[in-house]
């Protein structure tokens, strides 16, 4: 089992639409989780991160934590077309190292 | 604030040769680690370093190594290296480390083994 997994996607979807990216991880003790976004040819770039259990809003985003079922989300409402990029989970773990997802590549047509 | 300044940004190598890259973090950052970035594995953990340290170390062979000086910079060295260490490696930073600081990741060096 991976440390942390993502779903493979691609996903698609219209303009103006919920994209939902899911991220499952392995590490009980995993404290703390990121969201990068990462355009084709770009390095990774921070766009949230969450720490206690619930939902964390900004702007367009919300991150959601659920320890319990070790499962992170990232929702990005009325999207759009400059979101289309590879969205990575990144876990730290009980070492304190981050773990990343393979990520899941998100397209949004116009 | 300048961000992290990774050097060179492209490099071509032979197979059996080393390389060195380089990374700056962002100022007052201490904490840097490096990944290698392939199509086929994403995005692999290869090693952290803190107040000049190593602290913590991915599955990688020992021709992978590293260090870091006193102004938090740090070198990543990949000796005899092989076609598939054709990759992105990325150099990220953080403030110390800690569970709850972001990593802010440079823009790469791609490097290319003939």
């Known amino acids: 089992q991976k440390e942390v997994e993502q779903n493979s996607g691609p996903l698609s979807v219209p303009e103006g639409a919920i994209a939902s990216l899911n991220c499952t991880y392995s590490?009980?003790?995993?404290?703390?989780f990121f969201w990068y976004r990462q355009y084709s040819g770009k390095s990774p770039e921070l766009i949230m991160s969450i720490y206690s259990n619930g939902d964390k809003e900004d702007g367009r985003f919300t991150a959601q934590l659920n320890k319990a079922s070790q499962y992170v989300s990232l929702l990005i409402r009325d999207s759009q077309p400059s979101d289309s990029a590879t969205y990575l989970c990144?876990?730290?773990?009980?070492?304190?190292?981050?773990?990343f997802g393979a990520g899941t590549r998100l397209t949004v047509k116009p | 604030k300048a961000g992290v300044t990774q050097t060179p940004r492209y490099l071509i190598k032979t197979r059996g040769q080393q390389v060195t890259l380089s990374c700056s973090p962002i100022?007052?950052?201490?904490?840097v680690s490096w990944y290698q970035q392939t199509p086929g594995q994403g995005l692999q953990f290869l090693f952290e370093y803190f107040s000049e340290t190593q602290r913590n170390k991915g599955n990688f062979p020992g021709r992978f190594s590293g260090r870091q000086f006193s102004n938090s910079r740090s070198e990543m060295n990949v000796s005899t290296l092989e076609l598939g260490d054709s990759a992105l490696y990325l150099c990220?930073?953080?403030?110390?480390?800690?569970?709850?600081?972001?990593?802010?990741f440079g823009d790469g060096t791609r490097l290319s083994i003939l």
């Open positions: 590490d009980r003790v995993s404290q703390s």
């Open positions: 990220a930073s953080s403030l110390e480390g800690g569970y709850n600081q972001p990593q802010h």
């Open positions: 100022s007052g950052h201490r904490s």
């Open positions: 990144a876990v730290k773990a009980g070492n304190n190292d981050m773990r």
